[in-house]
């Protein structure tokens, strides 16, 4: 990776999790966000399935987050992307096409997402 661009996503990881930080728990933020096909049992010992989503390991199951298009995903799962990002959405995709079309297309890299509800409250 180049520095420049290394040097850019650190700070822009430092400056989210400042802003973090300041209002606890955020009711808005940014996330990298990507998809997985995988099925089987989630960490939180339910079965894979639409609308379901591994999330940084800050976020309690049962978070759900709304993308800006209004797609509502909850959080059921966890993954290896605190490793890359402080926030991060990993969305469940029955197929590697669909991920495509409906997470990376609509989407992208980054997104920000609004919390509807934090854990199983």
């Given amino acids: ?3 420049i661009l290394l040097a ?16 606890w728990p955020p009711e808005q933020f940014a996330a990298r966000v990507t998809f997985y096909t995988l099925r089987g049992v989630m960490a939180s010992g339910l079965q894979t399935r639409k609308d379901a ?4 390991k800050w976020m309690p199951f049962g978070t759900q987050l ?8 909850t ?11 402080p926030s991060w959405i990993d969305v469940w995709s029955p197929t590697y ?14 997104a920000t997402v609004s919390v509807l509800r934090w854990g199983w409250e």
Avoid: I, K
């Avoid at 990881?13 to 209002?23: C, D, F, S």
């Avoid at 709304?66 to 995903?73: E, I, M, S, W």
């Fill in 1 to 3: 990776m180049r520095p």
């Fill in 66 to 73: 709304r993308f800006p298009d209004g797609y509502v995903v």
């Fill in 97 to 110: 096409s669909w991920g495509l079309l409906n997470v990376e297309r609509d989407y992208g890299l980054y």
């Fill in 53 to 56: 989503a591994a999330c940084s």
């Fill in 75 to 85: 959080c059921l799962d966890r993954g290896h992307g605190d490793w890359y990002w």
């Fill in 8 to 23: 850019t996503l650190l700070l822009v990881g430092a400056t989210h999790v400042a802003r973090a930080a300041e209002q």
